[in-house]
């Protein structure tokens, strides 16, 4: 079974950066396509970024040109690096794992989930 742990959330100020990282553990998530995915409370839960075992990505527009998506297969770590921050991307950031075709940014059927990381930018 996989587990995915994220960690690097923080509170930061508008123009600031974080970079997030998830990492997997009792898988081979190199093979995976996975996702970034973020809920703020009482909005919809939205995607973020999909990317998959080639490095193909799909962001969502609210974040196109401000955050990239990387991933060590070695350390079995997936990055986000998110920069320019609105307060408008206060949430928690989730990363998850996407079993189902299409590896993309609205594809929420997800195979294994962490448990999240909080994002406050104000």
């Known amino acids: 079974q996989v587990q995915l742990v994220e960690s690097g959330g923080g509170s930061v100020q508008v123009g600031g950066s974080l970079r997030l990282s998830c990492v997997a553990s009792g898988g081979t998530p190199s093979t995976y396509c996975m996702a970034w995915f973020r809920q703020a409370p009482g909005k919809e839960r939205e995607g973020v970024v999909a990317?998959?075992?080639?490095?193909?990505?799909s962001f969502a527009e609210s974040v196109k040109g401000r955050f990239t998506i990387s991933r060590d297969n070695a350390k079995n770590t997936l990055y986000l690096q998110m920069d320019s921050l609105r307060s408008e991307d206060t949430a928690m950031y989730y990363c998850a794992t996407l079993p189902m075709y299409p590896c993309a940014v609205d594809n929420f059927v997800f195979g294994y989930r962490g448990q999240g990381t909080q994002v406050t930018v104000s």
């Open positions: 990317v998959d075992s080639d490095g193909e990505t």
